[in-house]
Protein backbone atom coordinates (compact mmCIF):
# COMPACT_ATOMS: atom_id res chain seq x y z
CA UNK A 1 0.00 0.00 0.00
CA UNK A 2 0.71 3.82 0.02
CA UNK A 3 2.18 5.26 2.81
CA UNK A 4 3.57 8.58 3.89
CA UNK A 5 4.41 9.53 7.38
CA UNK A 6 5.50 12.82 9.46
CA UNK A 7 5.18 14.08 12.44
CA UNK A 8 1.55 16.23 13.76
CA UNK A 9 3.02 18.51 15.36
CA UNK A 10 6.26 20.74 16.40
CA UNK A 11 7.03 23.78 17.89
CA UNK A 12 10.12 25.61 17.82
CA UNK A 13 11.52 29.50 18.12
CA UNK A 14 12.41 32.42 16.08
CA UNK A 15 15.74 32.21 15.13
CA UNK A 16 16.03 28.27 15.73
CA UNK A 17 16.48 25.51 12.70
CA UNK A 18 13.61 23.25 12.48
CA UNK A 19 13.76 19.36 10.59
CA UNK A 20 10.75 18.25 9.80
CA UNK A 21 11.37 14.52 8.76
CA UNK A 22 9.23 12.28 6.10
CA UNK A 23 8.95 8.58 5.66
CA UNK A 24 7.00 6.94 2.61
CA UNK A 25 6.49 3.51 1.22
CA UNK A 26 5.45 3.67 -2.16
CA UNK A 27 4.80 1.04 -4.79
CA UNK A 28 7.16 2.90 -6.95
CA UNK A 29 8.99 6.96 -6.31
CA UNK A 30 8.86 9.64 -8.98
CA UNK A 31 9.92 12.50 -6.94
CA UNK A 32 8.91 14.01 -3.49
CA UNK A 33 7.52 17.14 -3.03
CA UNK A 34 7.70 19.62 -0.02
CA UNK A 35 4.43 22.44 0.42
CA UNK A 36 4.00 25.00 2.87
CA UNK A 37 -0.08 25.74 3.56
CA UNK A 38 -0.83 28.50 5.93
CA UNK A 39 -4.28 27.81 7.74
CA UNK A 40 -7.21 28.59 5.00
CA UNK A 41 -4.62 29.08 1.88
CA UNK A 42 -3.55 27.02 -0.77
CA UNK A 43 -0.79 24.72 -0.40
CA UNK A 44 2.08 26.36 -1.85
CA UNK A 45 5.60 24.58 -3.61
CA UNK A 46 8.56 24.52 -1.60
CA UNK A 47 10.95 21.89 -2.66
CA UNK A 48 11.05 19.11 -5.28
CA UNK A 49 13.31 16.27 -4.58
CA UNK A 50 13.87 13.23 -7.13
CA UNK A 51 17.87 12.56 -6.19
CA UNK A 52 19.37 11.51 -3.71
CA UNK A 53 21.04 14.46 -1.65
CA UNK A 54 20.33 17.88 -0.68
CA UNK A 55 18.44 20.92 -1.99
CA UNK A 56 19.22 24.34 -0.77
CA UNK A 57 16.91 27.24 -1.46
CA UNK A 58 17.31 30.01 0.70
CA UNK A 59 16.53 29.32 3.86
CA UNK A 60 14.72 26.03 3.28
CA UNK A 61 16.75 22.78 2.72
CA UNK A 62 15.33 19.45 1.35
CA UNK A 63 16.73 16.37 1.19
CA UNK A 64 16.02 12.77 -0.13
CA UNK A 65 17.32 9.36 0.53
CA UNK A 66 15.24 6.86 -2.01
CA UNK A 67 17.25 3.75 -0.57
CA UNK A 68 15.52 4.38 2.50
CA UNK A 69 11.90 6.08 1.84
CA UNK A 70 13.50 9.06 3.79
CA UNK A 71 13.15 13.14 3.34
CA UNK A 72 13.20 16.19 5.68
CA UNK A 73 12.74 19.72 5.05
CA UNK A 74 15.16 22.17 7.08
CA UNK A 75 13.62 25.58 7.96
CA UNK A 76 17.07 27.99 9.17
CA UNK A 77 16.56 31.17 10.93
CA UNK A 78 12.94 30.63 11.75
CA UNK A 79 10.62 33.60 11.51
CA UNK A 80 6.91 33.85 12.67
CA UNK A 81 5.56 33.67 9.65
CA UNK A 82 7.12 30.36 9.22
CA UNK A 83 3.98 29.03 11.13
CA UNK A 84 2.17 26.71 9.20
CA UNK A 85 1.40 22.75 7.80
CA UNK A 86 4.37 21.49 5.91
CA UNK A 87 3.27 18.63 3.72
CA UNK A 88 5.56 15.60 2.04
CA UNK A 89 3.90 14.60 -0.98
CA UNK A 90 5.08 11.67 -3.47
CA UNK A 91 4.71 11.03 -6.83
CA UNK A 92 4.02 7.40 -7.50
CA UNK A 93 4.19 6.30 -11.57
CA UNK A 94 2.21 3.15 -10.52
CA UNK A 95 -0.49 4.74 -8.70
CA UNK A 96 -3.12 6.10 -10.51
CA UNK A 97 -2.98 8.80 -12.27
CA UNK A 98 0.64 8.37 -12.29
CA UNK A 99 1.36 11.86 -12.03
CA UNK A 100 -0.81 12.55 -8.79
CA UNK A 101 0.56 12.97 -5.70
CA UNK A 102 0.24 11.44 -2.72
CA UNK A 103 0.28 13.29 0.58
CA UNK A 104 0.64 12.75 4.09
CA UNK A 105 -1.55 14.60 6.45
CA UNK A 106 0.84 17.44 7.22
CA UNK A 107 3.11 18.63 10.18
CA UNK A 108 1.64 21.61 11.72
CA UNK A 109 4.63 23.65 12.62
CA UNK A 110 4.56 26.59 15.30
CA UNK A 111 6.78 29.23 16.31
CA UNK A 112 7.00 31.22 18.93
CA UNK A 113 8.64 34.32 19.84
CA UNK B 1 -2.61 37.08 -13.51
CA UNK B 2 -3.17 34.87 -12.28
CA UNK B 3 -3.17 31.85 -10.05
CA UNK B 4 -5.44 29.00 -10.01
CA UNK B 5 -8.73 29.75 -9.12
CA UNK B 6 -11.71 28.16 -7.39
CA UNK B 7 -15.44 29.13 -6.75
CA UNK B 8 -17.44 28.81 -4.50
CA UNK B 9 -15.01 29.50 -1.41
CA UNK B 10 -17.65 28.11 0.99
CA UNK B 11 -20.62 26.30 0.19
CA UNK B 12 -23.34 25.14 2.82
CA UNK B 13 -25.95 22.15 1.59
CA UNK B 14 -28.39 20.16 3.09
CA UNK B 15 -27.99 16.26 2.84
CA UNK B 16 -29.21 14.81 -0.70
CA UNK B 17 -28.79 18.02 -2.77
CA UNK B 18 -26.19 18.38 -5.73
CA UNK B 19 -23.50 20.52 -5.84
CA UNK B 20 -21.09 21.76 -8.41
CA UNK B 21 -17.22 23.28 -8.10
CA UNK B 22 -15.64 25.04 -10.67
CA UNK B 23 -11.64 25.35 -10.98
CA UNK B 24 -10.29 27.88 -13.29
CA UNK B 25 -6.71 26.55 -14.23
CA UNK B 26 -3.65 28.70 -14.93
CA UNK B 27 -3.90 29.55 -18.63
CA UNK B 28 -1.34 26.93 -20.44
CA UNK B 29 -2.07 24.46 -18.09
CA UNK B 30 -2.60 20.78 -19.45
CA UNK B 31 -2.53 19.08 -16.10
CA UNK B 32 -5.68 19.32 -13.36
CA UNK B 33 -6.23 17.81 -10.87
CA UNK B 34 -8.63 17.34 -7.93
CA UNK B 35 -7.99 16.25 -4.18
CA UNK B 36 -9.52 16.49 -1.37
CA UNK B 37 -8.96 17.33 2.39
CA UNK B 38 -10.81 16.26 5.17
CA UNK B 39 -10.18 17.60 8.37
CA UNK B 40 -7.23 15.93 10.36
CA UNK B 41 -6.44 14.21 6.78
CA UNK B 42 -4.04 14.73 4.36
CA UNK B 43 -5.09 15.58 0.52
CA UNK B 44 -6.48 12.49 -1.20
CA UNK B 45 -6.73 12.02 -5.19
CA UNK B 46 -10.02 12.44 -6.85
CA UNK B 47 -9.18 12.84 -10.66
CA UNK B 48 -7.24 13.68 -12.79
CA UNK B 49 -7.38 15.22 -16.80
CA UNK B 50 -4.21 15.44 -18.89
CA UNK B 51 -4.96 17.50 -22.33
CA UNK B 52 -7.78 15.73 -24.16
CA UNK B 53 -7.12 12.36 -22.89
CA UNK B 54 -9.83 10.20 -20.82
CA UNK B 55 -10.00 11.15 -17.14
CA UNK B 56 -8.11 9.17 -14.19
CA UNK B 57 -11.24 8.67 -11.86
CA UNK B 58 -9.41 6.37 -10.11
CA UNK B 59 -9.74 8.63 -7.16
CA UNK B 60 -13.21 9.29 -7.03
CA UNK B 61 -14.81 8.04 -3.59
CA UNK B 62 -18.33 7.13 -4.78
CA UNK B 63 -20.47 7.04 -8.73
CA UNK B 64 -21.43 9.90 -6.50
CA UNK B 65 -18.48 11.85 -7.97
CA UNK B 66 -17.80 13.22 -11.52
CA UNK B 67 -15.72 15.92 -13.24
CA UNK B 68 -15.47 17.58 -16.72
CA UNK B 69 -13.20 19.68 -18.22
CA UNK B 70 -14.62 21.96 -21.28
CA UNK B 71 -12.65 22.88 -23.33
CA UNK B 72 -9.42 22.12 -22.36
CA UNK B 73 -10.00 24.12 -19.71
CA UNK B 74 -11.93 24.84 -16.56
CA UNK B 75 -13.27 21.75 -14.73
CA UNK B 76 -16.40 21.33 -12.73
CA UNK B 77 -16.81 18.65 -10.02
CA UNK B 78 -19.95 17.50 -8.89
CA UNK B 79 -21.56 15.75 -5.94
CA UNK B 80 -24.95 14.18 -6.64
CA UNK B 81 -26.85 13.50 -3.44
CA UNK B 82 -24.46 15.07 -1.05
CA UNK B 83 -23.87 12.95 2.11
CA UNK B 84 -22.42 14.15 5.68
CA UNK B 85 -18.55 12.60 4.92
CA UNK B 86 -18.40 14.85 1.82
CA UNK B 87 -17.46 17.87 4.06
CA UNK B 88 -13.96 19.11 3.55
CA UNK B 89 -12.14 20.96 1.43
CA UNK B 90 -11.99 20.34 -2.04
CA UNK B 91 -8.78 21.46 -4.06
CA UNK B 92 -7.92 22.22 -7.54
CA UNK B 93 -4.67 21.98 -8.96
CA UNK B 94 -2.68 22.33 -12.00
CA UNK B 95 0.45 22.30 -13.88
CA UNK B 96 2.13 22.31 -17.26
CA UNK B 97 1.99 18.76 -18.12
CA UNK B 98 1.24 15.45 -16.27
CA UNK B 99 4.68 14.93 -15.25
CA UNK B 100 7.85 16.11 -13.66
CA UNK B 101 6.38 19.69 -13.03
CA UNK B 102 4.99 21.55 -9.59
CA UNK B 103 1.38 21.63 -9.22
CA UNK B 104 0.00 25.08 -8.64
CA UNK B 105 -3.26 24.74 -6.37
CA UNK B 106 -5.99 27.02 -5.97
CA UNK B 107 -7.53 27.87 -2.79
CA UNK B 108 -9.88 25.87 -2.55
CA UNK B 109 -13.58 24.98 -1.64
CA UNK B 110 -14.78 24.40 1.58
CA UNK B 111 -18.12 22.50 1.04
CA UNK B 112 -20.30 22.18 4.39
CA UNK B 113 -22.82 19.17 4.17
CA UNK B 114 -25.36 19.48 6.76
Known amino acids: GQNIDQPTEMTATEGAIVQINCTYQTSGFNGLFWYQQHAGEAPTFLSYNVLDGLEEKGRFSSFLSRSKGYSYLLLKELQMKDSASYLCAVRDPYNQAGTALIFGKGTTLSVSS | GAGVSQSPSNKVTEKGKDVELRCDPI?????LYWYRQSLGQGLEFLIY????????KSGLPSDRFSAERTGGSVSTLTIQRTQQEDSAVYLC????????????FGPGTRLTVL
Open chain 2, 49 to 56: FQGNSAPD
Open chain 2, 93 to 104: ASSLQGSGNEQF
Open chain 2, 27 to 31: SGHTA
